[in-house]
């Protein structure tokens, strides 16, 4: 559909989220915690933080969750009773307050989930989420999601995006139909835009480099020392991986109790050790540089080939979260720059 701009006051926006909690609905929004901003279910207004730049954590495990039961199972003789996932009781689900970079990381995990065949669960669960995502005003050195084809007040991924205007105002822009059947059934809260501009109101952060080039130039440099140079400091700990909104590696495990038990599917990491390795004992990418361009090459080469979407929104998430200091946009500026006698 064609997106339709309102505004909103500050009073009404409160209004709007309060109407939510109000009709039993699960609302998930940004909580401070323990000096952290986590997405957490929330049951008052008061409880939603608004005054940070990204939270620790991505949304997308309310799609992907980090671990969930596809199955459970029971034998009882030579009978196997199998209890199929519950579809009836994943709950409708609004995401409020997420940013532009945390919609759009939902775009790379819809292409992954119904590449060759269509996951059942995670489109359940998609299809109980409705995005309201607020636009970002204020960004820190971590953020590049301009140069990953997003930015401050991007809608894709989003089915409301709400920005702030100053005044106690704020621009409403709706995008979908969920958005659409959001803002029916709230109409008297909002108010014809006027003509207003959002771009005014919005973060400015410097496009670095452009999509296109990155894959070519990762293509370019698939034999390069680059790898190893920058996996020197990574300690595979997975952490960027847990926390980016586009990763969706995960492990299919079965947790059994005697008789009965549950098929659990379960995040992983590409940047583990133990990730590719087979029951042999031959371990296809057997150093770390190898699982490092693999994280780089299937995000900017892979995926685009693939799902014609990049892994990456330019959250920054990753490079906040690494404990050895590593920058995923600063190690994609140097392989920029690199050139062809530098291999």
Not at 41 to 60: G, M, N, R, Y
Not at 280 to 302: C, D, I, L
Request: charged fraction near 25%; aromatic fraction near 8%; proline fraction near 3%.
């Amino acid at each position: 559909m064609q997106t339709e701009n309102y505004t909103i006051t500050d009073s009404n926006l409160q209004q709007l989220l309060q109407a939510l909690l109000s009709s039993g609905q699960k609302v998930v929004a940004p909580v401070r915690a323990n000096n952290k901003v986590l997405f957490k279910e929330i049951k008052s207004a008061s409880e939603v933080c608004s005054d940070h730049v990204q939270t620790t954590l991505s949304a997308k495990h309310l799609a992907f969750p980090r671990t969930e039961v596809l199955l459970q199972y029971k034998k009882t003789g030579k009978e196997v009773t199998i209890n199929d996932f519950p579809f009836d009781a994943v709950p409708q689900t609004f995401l409020w307050g997420s940013r532009p970079c945390d919609a759009g990381g939902f775009a790379p995990l819809d292409g992954i989930f119904n590449w060759d065949s269509k996951d059942a669960i995670y489109n359940k669960r998609r299809e109980q989420l409705t995005i309201i995502s607020f636009s970002c005003t204020r960004h820190d050195d971590a953020c590049f999601c301009t140069s990953m084809g997003g930015g401050p007040g991007n809608t894709a991924g989003s089915d409301m995006l709400i920005t702030p205007a100053g005044n106690g105002t704020n621009i409403a822009e709706i995008i979908t139909d969920k958005g659409k059947a959001l803002f029916e059934n709230y109409t008297s809260l909002f108010e014809e835009a006027m003509g207003a501009d959002k771009e005014q109101y919005l973060t400015k952060i410097d496009k670095v480099f452009d999509t296109a080039e990155i894959k070519a130039k990762v293509e370019a440099f698939f034999e390069s020392k680059v790898w190893k140079e920058q996996s020197a400091r990574c300690m595979g700990c997975g952490a960027c991986a847990y926390v980016c909104p586009a990763c969706a590696c995960f492990d299919i495990q079965d947790d059994k109790h005697g008789s009965k038990g549950s098929r659990l599917r379960c995040w992983d990491s590409c940047g583990f050790q133990l990730f590719t390795l087979h029951t042999s004992g031959h371990n296809p990418r057997e150093t770390q540089a190898r699982r490092w361009r693999q994280r780089v090459m299937h995000k900017f080469s892979y995926m685009p080939d693939r799902i014609n979407v990049v892994g990456c929104s330019g959250c920054g998430r990753c490079s906040r979260a690494c404990p050895a200091d590593m920058n995923l946009a600063e190690h994609l500026e140097v392989i920029m720059k690199m050139e062809a006698e530098k291999i």
